[in-house]
């Protein structure tokens, strides 16, 4: 109990996660691809490299039992469930998590999160059941955080036919995905994606900041003249390169703040005891200031990597040096202080 370690796979948000970890005394351990060792030494911020050929071999029992030894306690994020499946996830891995594991069957399934986000009375894109009912313009999803290639937008049965061939031939979408694909309203408006922590330890969902993205290709298409982007039929993509930080309108803050706490406070019902630790809602802002939600991410997001430092809602509620990789390793060390941790451990 003395020598806890904080591990994670080496990519998304480890980073974050170890300078956190760092920050609040726990040892490190990274487990990481070869190529991308040079991250790990370039900031020391890890004291146990592991290095593997994929990440699935984080299922093997010799990494299992290398990690249970030196008393790690994982922290998911976005390549945990990128990369493995959320039945590994929960049936075969054998190592303490932060989190509740329970949930990740109610994140990864589109119908079971839509369920639960509209239960919890937020507001959602309408669902286009199949391509022949597209009647609005609609943008294209298939399953699985793959960073949104592969999206493509629509606004009629034959529109959709035409882009999905050309998703097809550009090698992004096979023809097998044509019945994996989920059709969901396009909320015109801009996308603001804010980050929760859920603290089992203190009872409370904080807000502790809030990203944009910046998306190739879409984001780049205001660049060239709209006679240009005729002429070479642009079909956007929204493979996500980065984030960058945001503050929202004040008024803004209080539907959020209580869209958080009602998110938590169903999953407490669904999965008890509900969320632990970090969330973050992707949400549109309309133009009459209307918030729709169209995903869910129950773990800690790479949009949280704005805020390594601070960030002003993360200020504004621990002053200085509090982020969300800190913020982990605070409430793992607040629950080991209690004796509790099994409380905030799946
Ligand atoms: P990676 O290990 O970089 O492939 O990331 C794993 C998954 O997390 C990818 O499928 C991405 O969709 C998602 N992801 C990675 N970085 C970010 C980011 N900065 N913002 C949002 N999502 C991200
Ligand atoms: P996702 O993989 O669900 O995070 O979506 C990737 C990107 O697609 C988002 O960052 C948005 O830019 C865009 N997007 C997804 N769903 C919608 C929607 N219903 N309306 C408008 N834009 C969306």
Redesign the pocket.
Known sequence: MKELAIGT?G???ALNIFKGAKEEGFRTVCICKKENAIIYKKFPLVDELIIVKDFNELLTESIQKKLRNLNVILIP???F???LSTEELVNNLFVPMFGNRELLHWEANRVKQAEWLRQAGLRLPKTIKKPDEIDRLVIVKLP?????RGYFLANSPSSFRKKFNEMVSRGLLTSGDLDRVHLQEYSLGVNVYPHYFSSIMKDDVEFLGVDR?YESAVDCIGKIPASQQMEIEINPTYT????SPLVLRESLLPELIRMGENVHKKAKTLAPPGIIGPFCLETVITDDLKIYTFEISARI???T?IGIGTSPYAYLRYGENMYMGRRIALEIKEAQRKDSLEMILA
Do not use: M, Q, W
Request: zero cysteines.
């Open positions: 796979l990519s998304h948000s994020h976005g390549s469930t990128a990369y699985g955080a793959k960073g949104g993205r996500i390169v980065g984030n997001v790479a949009g990597n």
